[in-house]
Structure formats: structure tokens, C-alpha cells
């Protein structure tokens, strides 16, 4: 490639806020993979956050955008999937997978999009030291006939509008809201932008345990379940940020919640790969584990905790969650799927320009 940037460029990131602020350029935070595309001519690279190639794993996107974007240009943007009339992470994380003829029957079922929302060069210019209101007019310039798979991100710079797409593009599968400042250059790897994302809260049954990395007196992180309609306890996901002190608080707080008998256990058979199909288990077998130890302490699932969340990913927590507080008023049994808010349903395409 000769480009007058090229990879690897860290993309610059937002730090979170709030609420959403006034006097910015505003955009959806959509909910996907994070890339940089490098074109020149008919070679084209898709580079990850962490600075891998995501080539591999969705060539009928690749194929796209020799199709639709500038012939020698450098974007960045998020590659989503589409399912149902809204993003869909879950299925986008099954793309990345190491067989080849996975990732071509995945390409025709679930073909990947591309929403491009920032312009680091094109033709032989470097846009990045350019500011972003007119990297902005060089980039709707660039796409102009965008078409799918390739998008253009919608923006506007007025704040009630923003805040009313935090409040009614959630339903689409969207994750909030980014706000930039109009008069900055592209800082790579530097946390200027501001995003301003959902949170809500939910009671949750504490049902294990990991230790910490430095050792087994300290808490890595709490284990949390949901009662679905069926009674079954379903692992929902964890929360682990805790200072240090704490940490080793909670694993002597804690310890006489641990089971005699952990074949008792709701969660008892999760070394089984069967079992994981049946319902949700801490320690899946994961191509994203990278080998790491998924063992964990059962506990006796007792006690309830408040937690806060942003969204769901199916039946989990999309994120890590927040622990907020010890719920000894709320039994086990009352912490069911029910209590969760579910998110109006929007229409994708009007998040994405009506295009």
C-alpha cells in the first residue's frame, strides 16, 4: 500500500459522561467492531482497535467496499450485523472464527456492514491533523453514493436531538450516544471523544465466585444469575471492579457461602459441553478465552445483589457490570428475566439515514 497513512494507527476514543453535553457534533454509538479501513487501489485492509486483521473474517465486506468506498482512502468506523431490523453483537462475534468454510457459509447468512463516522486520508491527503468539521465535509464527500454494505453515519449538532436518539435508538441495537468536538484534529489512541451510554440496574443472585489474578485472598469477581420462566438459574454475567481492600473483604465476607456439596450446584456440570447448550454456565468454552483458566467457586446461591448494567446481549449482561449493593430484603427466587427493561423497538434503517 502507499497511502498517506497507514496502519497501524490506534483509533482515538471516548471517555464516558453523564449525559449528553452541549455544542458538539453528535453521532449513534453503534454497537460493533471497531475498524480502520485501509484502501489503496484493490488492496484493502481491515484493521481492529487492537490492531489485528479482520480480513479473514468477512470477505463479502471486503468485496463491498472495493465496490463502494474511494479508491485510495483510510476510514474509520464500526462493522456491524444486522438481524431482525437491529444490531446484533452476538451474532457479529460469531464471525471470528478460525474455520474458513464457518466464515464463508456466515458471510452469505449474516453479511457484515460497515458505518463509517471519521476520514484519516484520502488520495494523497493525511486528513488527520484537519479538523473534524472538515474531515466531516471531506468524508460525506467521499461517500456521497454510499450504498450497502458501506453506510454513512448520521450526525446533527443539535443536542435535543441527540439526546433524543439516546432515547429511542436503543431499540435499533445502538449503544448510546458520541459527542465530538468540532475543532479537534484525529489524536490516535487518545480518549477526546465523550460517549454517553445506558445504564439501569437489576437485582441478581450471587452464585460463585473467581479469585483475583494476585491470589486466592482476593476477589477476582462475583458470579451472577437470573431465574428464567422455567426456574432454572441462568449465568448472566459478573462484576469485578473492586479496589484492593475490598477485594480481600469480600473473599473472607464470603466464605461461608461456599458448598459443602458443589454437585448441588445449579451450575455443577459446567465443565460439560452439553450442559452449556442447555443453559448459561460460567467457563464456556470459548475461541475468545485464549486458554485461560475458567474455573470458579461455587457458592451457595443465597444472597442478592444490585448491580447496574448498560444493555442485554441475548440472555446476559452485554458488559461487565457494576456492583452497586447487598439486597437483604430480595430472596433469591424473586430474581427473575421479568424485572429487566426491555428497549423499544426501532427501525434500524432510520438510524442509519433512512438509507
Do not use: N
Amino acid at each position: 500500500m502507499d497511502l498517506p497513512v497507514l496502519p497501524p494507527v490506534e483509533p482515538m476514543l471516548a471517555k464516558p459522561v453523564s449525559s449528553v453535553p452541549e455544542g458538539m457534533q453528535y453521532e449513534a454509538k453503534w454497537d460493533g467492531f471497531r475498524c480502520l479501513v485501509f484502501r489503496d487501489g484493490d488492496e484493502i485492509e481491515l484493521i481492529s482497535r487492537t490492531g489485528k486483521s479482520l480480513v479473514r473474517y468477512f470477505p463479502e465486506l471486503v468485496d463491498g467496499l472495493r465496490e463502494r468506498m474511494p479508491r485510495r482512502c483510510v476510514l474509520d468506523g464500526e462493522i456491524v450485523l444486522q438481524l431482525g431490523g437491529r444490531l446484533d453483537f452476538e451474532a457479529l462475534q460469531q464471525r471470528i472464527h478460525p474455520a474458513a468454510s464457518r466464515v464463508r457459509l456466515l458471510a452469505e447468512q449474516t453479511p457484515a456492514s460497515f458505518v463509517a463516522f471519521d476520514l484519516l486520508a484520502l488520495d494523497d491527503t493525511d486528513a488527520m491533523p484537519a479538523p473534524l468539521a472538515e474531515r466531516r465535509r471531506m468524508l460525506e464527500t467521499a461517500l456521497k453514493r454510499a450504498r450497502a454494505p458501506l453506510y454513512l453515519a448520521p450526525v446533527t449538532y443539535d443536542s435535543a436531538v441527540a439526546r433524543d436518539w439516546f432515547a429511542h435508538y436503543e431499540g435499533a441495537g445502538l449503544d448510546g450516544v458520541v459527542a465530538k468536538r468540532t475543532d479537534l484534529p484525529y489524536r490516535p489512541g487518545e480518549r477526546v471523544m465523550l460517549k454517553v451510554k445506558h445504564e439501569r440496574t437489576a437485582d441478581c443472585v450471587l452464585a460463585g465466585l473467581r479469585p483475583h489474578k494476585s491470589g486466592p485472598e482476593s476477589l477476582g469477581s462475583l458470579l451472577l444469575g437470573l431465574y428464567d420462566a422455567s426456574g432454572a438459574l441462568q449465568y448472566v454475567g459478573a462484576s469485578s471492579s473492586f479496589p484492593a481492600t475490598r477485594r480481600r473483604e469480600l473473599m473472607r465476607e464470603l466464605a461461608p457461602l461456599g458448598m459443602e456439596h458443589p454437585e448441588e450446584h445449579p451450575w455443577a456440570r459446567w465443565e460439560e459441553e452439553a450442559a452449556h447448550e442447555e443453559g448459561r454456565m460460567p467457563g464456556a468454552p470459548s475461541r475468545w478465552s485464549g486458554g485461560k483458566d475458567a474455573s470458579w467457586v461455587p457458592l451457595r446461591p443465597e444472597r442478592v445483589c444490585e448491580v447496574a448494567y448498560d444493555h442485554m446481549e441475548g440472555q446476559r449482561f452485554r458488559h461487565t457490570v457494576l456492583f452497586r449493593r447487598w439486597r437483604p430484603d430480595r430472596e433469591p427466587g424473586s430474581c427473575t428475566y421479568e424485572q429487566l427493561e426491555q428497549p423499544v423497538r426501532y427501525d434500524l434503517q432510520e438510524a442509519l439515514g433512512g438509507r
